[in-house]
């Protein structure tokens, strides 16, 4: 088995060392090229894109020849092919023509996601050719519980969530097929461990075309995988994790493919997380993954972008050790233990996960308090969170000076989330009273926050009723926002200059007081 693994690993390395430059040079005569912008894409110049293209074919190249030639000269047997492998196939160079079409066109988030349910629908239910990919169970604690009617919408899920966590950790150069070729590999020793043949070479081959595809882009890269290869490598290793998982009958079926793909999931699972608590869109992109705050700690220290690929490499490689020695030993407990520690670890540190996890933590103790609440009391209640999610620059003073606003003019709520990628800050404030008022009472202004020609971050403020003194309050608050901007420009360009923002305007603050206290729709704190 291991001759096997070897050859098969060099031809698609050899295959992939030929066709990337290919693919590189096609890519930039056709204009198939990421530019950098001046907020998240950050290289220098126009970088090829469809690496994604040259990895898949070498793949198939090296699979092509291994199981036709290879297989039968050192085995001394043939292999079956099954259908599922047709599917599997199929549904790869679908998944590669849809990233290919978002590179070339950029698709909107739901746009892409639509074409990914689709791909995915067609894997699990076997759609034209072959036998379907489905978790039809699965076994906890001892305990075996049957999916049935959920089998299809969970696997579907996981699949998704493994084809966007690989896609969302192709942010930074090699990072992407740096933790790819570590989980292919650890999926070619679990399956050549129980003898299954062809697992074993697909991952293996696919381990050869990311090395090859990692030698051009490694920091600084020269080339992009693009979603043609984040998602087919995503489509790929999560069909063989699961693969893995239903032929196993223990707790490890349930651990194994979880324990192989927990750092990329765990890194998309706290961008989603990240972006919902914030109310941003979930397909908003930004710089606060993993691999970007682990660039912007060594970026500060000093030290060279390789490290980073390092780190990422160690951070995937001890749960992928840990799932395999489960498998080969049958014991879950390794797995368990081994992505705990990769995962606790960058919480517990605070290195990567606790500002969302923080925040998720608090949102969830003001909602239960919300509702032991009793009705009457409950204007009176106000929740004030207040977080930094990345970086290291005070927003404090600006976030105190808003709260104090609300608070001096009776608002219910006042956000502000502040993303400012090209500097790997952010931060997010939400001040509210417990309960909002009927949305017929209320009125909400939302607007972007600017520095220069670039967008930092939002603000949404809620108050309730109308007429003049509603009128007069926003003109007030907008007259706070124009004070802010020098505070808000000072911090964003590092200046210690306008570093504190003028205090809240005590005249107008008085008039408005008093011409709210005559207002019948005045709210009384």
Known sequence: MLT???????????????????????ARRVGLVDRPDPTRKLHSGAI???????????????????????????LGTDVHVSSGWATLLLCALLIVILGLVDDWLTLRGRQKLIGQVMIVALLVCGGLVGEGTVIRHADLFGLSIELGILALPLTMLWMLGAINALNLV?????????????????????????GEVIEGVVSIALAGGLLAFLAFNRPPASIFLGDSGSMMIGLVVGTLATWTSTKESTAIA????????????????????????????????????????????????????????????????????????????????????????????????????????????????GFGTSLLTRSHHAEGVVRHTSIRLQGSRNWDVAWATLVEYAEQHDLWQIKLDLNVAWLHEGFHGEWQRSRLPERATQW?????????????????????????????LMETLLELIVDLQPHFESIVNDDPRDAVPPPVRRRRLEHQTATRELSPTAVQS
């Open 48 to 74: 090829a894109l469809g690496g994604g293209l040259a990895v898949f074919a070498a793949s198939l190249i090296a699979i092509i020849f291994t199981l036709s030639t290879l297989v039968p000269a050192i």
């Open 170 to 194: 192709d942010g930074a150069d090699g990072v992407a097929s740096t933790i790819g070729s570590i989980i292919c590999v650890g999926l070619a020793v679990i399956a050549f461990s129980r």
């Open 254 to 365: 349930v651990i194994i493919p979880i324990a192989v793909l927990s750092v990329p999931l765990f890194d998309s699972s706290i961008a989603i997380l990240r972006r919902v608590l914030t109310g941003r869109s979930i397909y908003a992109a930004d710089r606060a993954h993993m691999h970007h705050v682990l660039k912007a700690y060594l970026d500060s220290k000093g030290y060279a972008q390789g490290w980073m690929l390092v780190i990422v490499a160690i951070l995937t490689l001890i749960p992928v050790c840990g799932a395999t020695a489960s498998v080969i030993f049958g014991e879950p407990a390794y797995a368990f233990l081994a992505t705990g520690l990769v995962l606790g670890g960058m919480v517990l540190t605070k290195s990567f996960g606790h500002a969302e996890l923080s925040l998720l933590a608090r949102r969830s103790i």
């Open 444 to 472: 909400k202004i939302r607007f972007p926050v600017e520095v220069g020609d670039r967008q930092v971050g939002c603000m949404e403020v809620v108050g309730r009723g109308g007429g003049i003194a509603t009128y007069q």
């Open 4 to 26: 096997l693994a070897s050859l098969c690993g060099t031809i698609a390395l050899l295959a992939g060392l030929l066709l990337v430059p290919v693919v590189r040079a096609s």
